[in-house]
Each structure stands twice: as structure tokens, then as C-alpha cells.
């Protein structure tokens, strides 16, 4: 039995999906008013809870054998992406869970002060590996999916918004790729106690994926790129009246900044471990949205 925390979010609703069409059972880790209705009708065992509260984590985490972290933090870093998954692990030590499996993210280790979901994640991943747990830490460079919208709207009327140096690198991964990594991870012996940098098997600057979208939906790209500190000024006006929110700001620009890919080298040893031959941006795009 596996544990799937952010259930039905874009990873964990495809992680459920694949337990599922290998009748592998499960149990997600959902909130009421969530859509839930696909993974019930996939056989998933629901679980409805709240990840703030620890009574609800020690009823979730009971008679399972795998647990898979993939949930968010919304508005609330610190007791989502930080303290839950602190508590998962300790409960997961008390209950014998066989293998913990923890999404974290690209670049965790560079010190990004100016980032909370950052921060946090590099904490739970300290604990985690000195928890005495079997564990398997992915840290992808971006989800294929988060792209799914904008490529709706390039779709629609050819235009991009492309914020800061359209020269940043990125190798963002397929997410189907990625549950299926999270899920293999559990009984593959390479990938025991082991930290993996995910990534797509292409590295592109942040001004191709325009072009990606041109070839896809036959139209030239209409490419608005105002720069980074535009954000600033956006974000410091805010802080004025939601500091909360400022600071939340703070991981998109981190994002927005910076480069997230992962060497050919990297890219060719998960391939090894895992099996598989990674999907790259153009084909998941296509897949989902393609004419």
C-alpha cells in the first residue's frame, strides 16, 4: 500500500493514476473540498484530511508500506512543506514504512535565501536522510505540465510572456516521466538512499520553449519579455500591505532568475537506473495538446 501526499495535484494525481493501472493499492492523501473524484473512480483508497493536523497524518500513515511526498505548500511553507513532512517521516519511523520517497526541487542546495519552498525543502531533506528511513530524494528542474496552461493560451493568440533573460537554461521534465521515477524508486536498488537531480533529456533556454510552442500550433511566436525588475517593483509594492505574500514572491523570482537543468551526465544515469527513455517538452506538449 502506498501513501500519496498531494494527491490530486499534478504529480500525485499521476503517480495515483499509475499505482492504479498496475492494480497497486493506495491511499490518497486528499482534502474535502478537493477534486477527488477520478482517483475514487481509479479504486484509490481516499483519504480526506489535513496535513496541518498530526491526528490526521498518524490515521493516514497507518497499514501503509511506501509513502510518496509530493504535496505543495499553497500559501503556508512552513507548516506544509516544512513541519508535515517532518511528521511524516517521524510517523513513517514509528510505522516501519519501507521507503520514503521525497519531491524536492532543482537548485535546494544553492543557498537561496530569498526562497521559503527553497528552504524548506533542504531542511526536510537533512532530516531525511539522517532519519535512519530508506528513502529516495528527486529533485526535478520543472514540471512539463506547469507549461500545459501557457501553451493553452499560446494556442489561442500566439503570444508568450517571457519574464527576465530569455537566456536561462532549463531542462524541465516530463511529468509522467517523473511519477513513474517516484514509483519505480521504491524497489530499484540504485535508487536506495539516493538524491537525483530530474530533468528532461533536452537543455533549453527559457527563449526556445516559445518556439517549441510555434512548432507545435503553427503559429510565430509573439514573444512579450519584460524584465526581472518589473517583478521587484511588483513585489515590493505588495510587501506594503502582505508581507506573506512578498515573501511567497520570493520563490517565483528565485525560479525566474536562475537556471534549473540538469547535465547530459545526470540525465543519462537516471535513463540507466530507471529504464526508461525520457520524454522530451515538445513530445508532452504534444501529447496533451497537439492537433
Request: charged share 25%; with cysteine.
Amino acid at each position: 500500500m502506498f501513501l500519496v501526499t498531494g494527491a490530486t495535484g499534478s504529480l500525485g494525481r499521476r503517480i495515483v493514476r499509475q499505482l492504479r493501472d498496475q492494480e497497486t493499492p493506495v491511499r490518497s492523501f486528499v482534502r474535502l473540498f478537493s477534486d477527488y473524484s477520478e482517483l475514487e473512480y481509479r479504486g484509490s483508497e481516499i483519504f480526506i484530511g489535513d496535513l496541518k493536523h498530526d491526528q490526521d497524518l498518524a490515521k493516514a500513515t497507518q497499514g501503509v508500506d511506501y509513502i510518496i511526498s509530493t504535496h505543495g505548500s499553497g500559501d503556508d511553507t512552513q507548516a506544509l512543506d516544512y513541519r508535515a513532512n517532518i511528521q511524516l517521516i517521524d510517523l513513517a519511523k514509528e510505522n516501519g514504512i519501507k521507503h520514503f520517497v521525497y519531491i524536492s526541487v532543482l537548485g535546494v542546495d544553492r543557498g537561496y535565501t530569498d526562497a521559503p519552498v527553497f528552504k524548506a525543502k533542504r531542511e526536510v531533506e537533512k532530516y531525511l536522510i539522517t532519519s535512519g528511513l530508506n528513502y529516495t530524494i528527486l529533485r526535478p528542474s520543472g514540471f512539463a505540465n506547469n507549461l500545459l496552461p501557457l501553451a493553452e493560451r499560446f494556442r489561442e493568440n500566439g503570444i508568450y510572456l517571457l519574464i527576465g533573460d530569455p537566456k536561462n537554461r532549463s531542462s524541465i521534465v516530463s511529468t509522467d516521466d517523473l511519477a513513474t521515477i517516484a514509483i519505480a524508486s521504491v524497489n530499484l536498488e540504485g535508487a536506495k538512499n539516493q538524491i537525483f537531480p530530474v530533468g528532461g533529456p533536452q537543455i533549453l533556454t527559457r527563449g526556445e520553449i516559445p518556439e517549441i510552442f510555434g512548432r507545435i500550433f503553427q503559429k510565430e511566436p509573439i514573444i512579450i519579455n519584460p524584465p526581472l525588475f518589473i517583478l521587484d517593483g511588483v513585489r515590493s509594492g505588495l510587501g506594503l500591505f502582505n508581507p506573506q505574500l512578498q515573501r511567497s514572491l520570493g520563490t517565483l523570482r528565485t525560479l525566474l532568475a536562475n537556471e534549473f537543468f540538469c547535465t547530459p551526465e545526470e540525465i543519462s544515469q537516471i535513463e540507466a537506473i530507471y529504464d526508461l527513455k525520457l520524454e522530451s517538452l515538445e513530445s508532452f506538449i504534444s501529447r496533451y495538446l497537439g492537433t
